[in-house]
């Protein structure tokens, strides 16, 4: 049998590994381009709703998987700065990138989505940190 305290450290650097990951993949995608060409795509994929909410799930995630490195502890407020600062950052970026441009609107969904991503986390945190305490299962 696997002790559960040597499990801790390994859990921890995978789901580093996997955020790191995701952050690597989101600032190509960000940065280059023709990012659909990046994941193997002729062209953008045209949804019905054009491309809203494509940076707001992509910053939801992002931040999720960043607090996720983090668990059990709580929300770090720095890791919040940082991820905001992140958002903020490639999209200004995006004006030395060929063919892409800022918008106000990215900016806007990359802020609304870590701040989604937060409460999520906030949230999930708090219900399992209140189940714990009483002593409940799911």
């Not at 801790?8 to 952050?23: E, T």
Request: with cysteine; proline share 7%.
């Amino acid at each position: 049998m696997v002790d559960p305290e040597r499990q801790k450290p390994a859990m921890h650097a995978i789901r580093l590994l996997i955020c790191a990951g995701y952050c690597g993949l989101l600032t190509v995608l960000l940065l280059a381009p023709n990012p659909a060409a990046v994941v193997g795509l002729r062209r953008v994929p045209v949804f019905p709703w054009g491309d809203i909410g494509i940076h707001f799930t992509a910053f939801t995630v992002l931040t999720l998987l960043a607090y996720c490195t983090r668990w059990p502890k709580g929300i770090g407020w720095p890791v919040l700065a940082i991820l905001l600062a992140y958002g903020i950052a490639t999209e200004s970026l995006q004006c030395f990138v060929p063919s892409r441009a800022v918008e106000l609107l990215d900016y806007t969904e990359n802020i609304l989505g870590v701040t989604a991503g937060t409460g999520i986390y906030w949230l999930t945190h708090r219900l399992i940190q209140r189940r714990a305490a009483f002593g409940t299962r799911c």
